[in-house]
């Protein structure tokens, strides 16, 4: 009885199905940064106060905007204007520093977008 020996590399080479691998990194990146939010099934935005992981400091998430990344942007550069204070986008969710409720919500209802508050 003979045993063939395998080299890794042969056994590499013959193995075709990729388990796992780091090269790749996160899956799809460029996906999820061209289409920008995801909208919810009513059409309505969720606007969100938070302050868990953020030192105690309020920070108004609006989710829902089922535009480009772009736009979303615009749309955050506007608010931030008429707060007169920051934010960002981060994986389609605006966020807008400070508790600003009644200058957000009576702006983005301005854009014609119906919205609703989520959380406590």
């Known amino acids: 009885m003979t045993s063939k020996k395998i080299s ?3 056994w590499q080479q ?3 199905s990729l ?4 090269a790749s990194g ?6 999820a940064e061209k289409t920008g939010g995801t909208a919810f099934s009513d059409g309505h935005l969720r606007l969100k106060r938070e302050t868990k992981g953020r030192n105690g400091k309020a920070v108004i998430t609006i989710a829902g905007l089922a535009e ?3 736009k979303l942007t615009e749309v955050a550069a506007l608010l931030k204007k008429k707060c ?3 934010g960002s ?8 520093q400070g508790d600003q409720r009644e200058v957000i919500s009576q702006e983005l209802t301005k854009l014609g977008y119906k919205l609703k508050w989520a959380g406590g």
Do not use: F, M, N, R
Not at 19 to 22: I, K, L
Not at 90 to 96: A, F, M, N, V
């Open 8 to 10: 890794l590399a042969d």
């Open 14 to 16: 013959q193995s075709s």
């Open 26 to 31: 996160t899956i799809e990146p460029e996906k």
């Open 89 to 96: 986008v981060k994986d389609g969710i605006i966020e807008i």
């Open 84 to 86: 007169g204070c920051g």
């Open 19 to 22: 388990v796992y691998s780091t």
């Open 68 to 70: 480009s990344h772009d």
